[in-house]
T-cell receptor
Framework: DAGVTQSPTHLIKTRGQQVTLRCSPK?????VSWYQQALGQGPQFIFQ???????QRGNFPDRFSGHQFPNYSSELNVNALLLGDSALYLC????????????FGPGTRLLVL | DAKTTQPPSMDCAEGRAANLPCNHS???????VYWYRQIHSQGPQYIIH???NNETNEMASLIITEDRKSSTLILPHATLRDTAVYYC????????????FGSGTRLLVRP
């Protein structure tokens, strides 16, 4: 049973560029949440997707957007990259049934130069 | 803001039990206590969760006080691979929404 997968594993971009990160949820899960983890800090919630719609959003600017596909996979897009966007981006999947545990992928390490 | 308080760091000897405390004095009756851990540069790994009863699985035991204001995660026989940051999180039982992470406890298992 495959767990949560993310791609790419590492990425280097320059300021002002745009980036797309991808996530495939654990088998049987239909909900995807995205988190940003800066170096030395705990993960911070960006947003969650369920039934192809954004269900909840954290305190992140509109430069951060997402999408969920009919197969439940998801993308995180970040426009106009800033140096401060350098972080580990984590995807977590769960069932839409309330109360289900979130399981995390290995993350994508983004470096903005 | 995180609703939990954890010591920033702890250590224990390999083979001994590691007891990681967490305070959640403002927890409400419909909130779970969740524990995750994060080994360096990897995604957080789910360990265990509970509501009010003590819980045990193949990874750890979770002891929740009767008033539910604090809990302890117990790794019965710590190994070097248990060195990680451990996060205690409080989450409503009727929601699969965001997890609010604090700073966690950095556990170092010594040989």
């Amino acid at each position: 049973d495959a767990g949560v997968t993310q791609s790419p594993t590492h990425l280097i971009k320059t300021r002002g560029q745009q980036v797309t990160l991808r996530c495939s949820p654990k088998s049987g899960h239909d909900t995807v949440s995205w988190y940003q983890q800066a170096l030395g800090q705990g993960p911070q919630f960006i947003f969650q997707y369920y039934e192809e719609e954004e269900r909840q959003r954290g305190n992140f600017p509109d430069r951060f957007s997402g999408h969920q596909f009919p197969n439940y996979s998801s993308e995180l897009n970040v426009n106009a990259l800033l140096l401060g966007d350098s972080a580990l981006y984590l995807c977590a999947s769960s069932s839409g049934t309330r109360g289900e545990t979130q399981y995390f992928g290995p993350g994508t390490r983004l470096l903005v130069l | 803001d995180a609703k939990t308080t954890q010591p920033p760091s702890m250590d224990c000897a390999e083979g001994r039990a590691a007891n990681l405390p967490c305070n959640h004095s403002t927890i409400s009756g419909n909130e779970y206590v969740y524990w995750y851990r994060q080994i360096h540069s990897q995604g957080p790994q789910y360990i265990i969760h509970g509501l009010k009863n003590n819980e045990t699985n193949e990874m750890a035991s979770l002891i929740i006080t009767e008033d539910r204001k604090s809990s302890t995660l117990i790794l019965p026989h710590a190994t070097l691979r248990d060195t990680a940051v451990y996060y205690c999180i409080v989450r409503p039982m009727d929601s699969s929404y965001k997890l609010i992470f604090g700073s966690g406890t950095r556990l170092l298992v010594r040989p």
